[in-house]
């Protein structure tokens, strides 16, 4: 009878397979080369300079920074930044005030205050200063001038951030036309996402919402699994075929 042969159907199969591997590993290159174009455009690379903000970054560690206007800057954003009055290179602090805000340290708990909200800052993880438990080494008070920034270091023993400059113009703070681009993850050693603090989420204008690395770094990561998968098939299934053949032999 004129019935479809094994090895017509084996070969149908194997068209198929081989046109599924082919749109796999077309479709895997569209989004691993599209990931890359894609954080290009959004990200710039820079390398930490200092300890100032450890731990969350530490020297030497290569971060990718959103690159952002500095109007968009929200309160606990990392950002990087360069200003001519302070080293007129490239630098990267936390910002813990806007234009309007008086901050302050420390309160009855020893904590940041921004406007007299007190603000936590699980990020610091004391490193002994007050016994471990004040936000600061020392204590100040500055009112930061519209369109500006007051900018902390994570390292508050150390870090030499807007306190240095209290008594320069603007007590210490930047314009926000400084800030280049605001820090989202850490990925040399991998240190994954750098998060929003939800310590002054509360307060008037949030906190920013979290940048492209995450979908960016899936869809690097998604497309060469495609490219490998789909590459793997034709020696796979030439390997398979030759094993099926043995055995009806």
């Known amino acids: 009878m004129g019935g479809t042969t094994r090895t017509e159907r084996t070969d149908g199969h194997g068209r198929l397979g081989s046109a ?20 290009a455009l959004v990200y710039q690379p820079y390398t930490v300079p200092t300890d100032s903000m450890t731990p969350t970054v530490m020297s030497g560690d290569r971060v990718l920074a959103q690159r952002i206007d500095g109007a968009d800057v929200r309160r606990g954003d990392v950002v990087v930044f360069t200003d001519t009055d302070w080293a007129n290179a490239p630098m990267i602090k936390r910002v813990v005030g806007i234009g309007g805000d008086t901050i302050a ?13 007190p603000v936590e800052e699980p990020y610091l993880r004391h490193q002994g200063w007050g016994g471990g438990k004040t936000a ?30 209290l008594k320069e ?13 605001r820090v989202d993850a850490v990925v040399w050693p991998f240190g994954g996402l750098v998060d929003r603090p939800q310590g002054f989420a509360a307060l008037p204008g949030g906190i920013s919402r979290p940048g492209p690395a995450e979908p960016l770094a899936w869809a690097v990561a998604g497309g060469a699994a495609l490219i490998l998968g789909g590459a793997a098939y034709g020696p796979l299934a030439k ?9 009806r032999t």
Not at 20 to 38: K, Q
Not at 105 to 117: E, F, P, S
Not at 169 to 181: A, E, L, Y
């Open 20 to 39: 599924l591997s082919g749109l796999a590993v077309a479709v895997g290159c569209l989004l691993f080369l599209g990931g890359f174009v894609w954080g």
């Open 105 to 117: 340290c420390c309160d009855a708990d020893g904590r940041l205050t921004v406007n007299g909200t």
């Open 136 to 165: 600061s080494p020392t204590g100040f008070s500055a009112t930061v001038p519209d369109g500006h920034l007051f900018l902390l270091g994570d390292q508050r023993g150390s870090s030499q951030d807007s306190r240095v400059h």
């Open 169 to 181: 113009p603007g007590q210490g703070s930047v314009p926000r036309s400084t800030v280049t681009g």
């Open 239 to 247: 390997l398979l075929g030759r094993s099926r053949a043995r055995r």
